[in-house]
């Protein structure tokens, strides 16, 4: 229950929300970092500059990407060795009705469809978010460390497949940066709806009409489970 | 006694000149029996007339043991005129006079000024002429700067006689060969060094010592190693074939502000190489076309992982020079050069020593058309194809929900529905 005795729904345990920040933060920094690497004679790149050296920047690049690999490990660990973990795990696996939840939403919007889509957990909007992440910090992660320590990625290939890297690092980059920009922050922070915060990363829960709005498929059977306790 | 010596005298100054001229023999303890009183000076009627000779100084210098007489002929005793004719050091030196006469120098007599040729005294002095290893020399390394700096030093002579180099005096004296003739280094390059002496001659002359042609020989006086490897490279090589665009020393070293390539500020500074050094030739399309070279090697360095760091300015990463050589620039077919595909492994090893054969069986420079490249640039257009239709998608998606969601939120806080 909140100040206004409104009932609250836990989304986010304390751990959860750190793993979420840690990431957050180190995602942001290598963003900068990244793209003052790729840019060297950019202005934004200037507070990263010392001296005549591009070396701040690559070593807080390296830095950021330490943190957010390991948060990745963790994560890993924390999805199959915790059960809060599979909890989340298994309400994140995408199943066929997620791309009909879209579809329907799509029409819905379009004024085609009247019926609202009801969603469960995550939506499918979250769903795609989280394994479009997944996707991306592989990617990222492969084609980082191989030119981290190209020293030892050149014993066995060849320089080509640095240049490879190099390509898809960055095209990489620049797909995971407007794909947080568009879709993950219209979500939880430009959606009239939620604007202008989704508080839940903050203090772990939902509002009962922040559930109502977005999860009503699962409120419904929240509610239902509740009712048959109490009879 | 006395004749004895006068005798003695008068064959070994015929033995050390090379064309003895009729003079009268008065002892010079005779002259400095005046002229050693620097009172004497006050007579002078200009201030160009020289009176005054310190004999301890005059004893010192390379002709001290010259009659006075030997070279001011005109005194024939003691008692002479006032005005005494101009000495002429051609009497003895008359190799030197020939050189100077057919030297940019001696053009200046037949030309338009030739009040502006400069006298053997110009730059030699009259009196105390030291041996020019002596650092009291005005010829020596330390000094010759300020003596040269007389007339080339002077804005109006310069553009009187069109000399086209850029402060060539205030240049050199901060460069590493001023800077090293400054501290007193008696082999540090004076002007005289790389210009000539005597005979020097304008750099468009085949013979001047700063010819295109001539320059490596000129620079390999001192530069032995820097040389014999320059001379063996493709740029020497062209050079002297007649394709007068490939660079000869100074064309990547500067001439009058030469830096070390220690200093950041200078071309040759590993940070500066591609850019300033190579690039101006190898980027630009007229002169790469008239070779039948390719220009898109420096702009596929500079997309390189090498290029991006050195252009933000890491010093440690690979330069045109790390992989090519500096002096020694050599095809890739020569199997002396450092990107010959047998040296290749070698060559990279320097900064990677765990490197593969695969290594250096890769393209360096990725260049349109070949197969390394098309694959690049496919993984390139799928991901801009991915980015556009996926941000696109999500673009579009969002703003529908937008538009509804924010419609919905309007009707209920006007219309209360």
Known sequence: ?231 | MKKILICLGISLSCAFTIKAQDFVEIENSECFDCHNDPEIQEDATDSTQVLFVDEEKFTNSIHGDLYCTECHTDVTDTDHEEDLAKVKCANCHEDSEEDIMASVHGRLAMQEYPEDLPKCSTCHGTHYIAEVADTSSWMSSVNQVKVCKQCHGDASMIKRHNIAAESPIENYIKDVHGKLAASGDENAAACSNCHGGHKMLPHTDPNSTINRLNLATTCGECHEEQTEQYLISKHAKSLQEGSLDAPACNDCHLEHHIISKNDPMSPTATVNVSLQICSPCHASERLMNRYGLLTDRVTSYENSYHGLALRGGKATVANCGSCHGVHAVLPESDPRSMINPNNLAATCGECHPNASENFANSKIHLIAGTQEMNVLSLVEQVYIWLIFIVIGFMLVHNSLDFYIKSKHIRSQRYYGR
């Open chain 1, 1 to 231: 229950m909140d100040a206004n005795n409104q009932k609250l729904y836990l989304r986010w345990t304390v751990n959860e929300r750190i793993q979420h920040w840690l990431l957050a933060i180190s995602f942001i920094v290598l963003v900068i970092s990244g793209f003052a690497l790729r840019y060297p004679d950019t202005w934004w790149a200037i507070p990263m500059v010392v001296g005549d050296s591009i070396d701040l920047r690559s070593l807080v690049h390296r830095i950021a990407a330490t943190i957010n690999t390991a948060v990745a490990v963790y994560h890993v660990g924390y999805l199959f060795f915790t059960a809060r973990g599979r909890f989340q795990l298994k309400q994140l696996l995408l199943k066929p009705e997620d791309f009909r939840h879209m579809r329907d939403k799509i029409l819905q919007n379009l004024g085609v469809k009247t019926k609202p889509v009801l969603f469960s957990h995550y939506t499918y909007w979250e769903k795609f978010e989280y394994w479009a992440l997944i996707w991306g910090t592989i990617v990222m992660l492969v084609t980082g460390l191989s030119l981290w320590f190209e020293n030892i990625f050149l014993q066995y290939l060849s320089l080509f497949y640095l240049d490879v890297a190099r390509v898809i690092h960055y095209y990489e980059a620049i797909l995971a940066s407007l794909s947080i920009l568009v879709w993950h922050f219209y979500f939880v922070i430009a959606n009239p709806e939620t604007y202008p915060v989704n508080f839940s990363m903050f203090n772990g829960y939902l509002t009962h009409e922040e559930m109502l709005a977005e999860h009503e498929g699962e409120l419904k059977s929240i509610l239902e489970k509740e009712h048959k306790t109490t009879i």
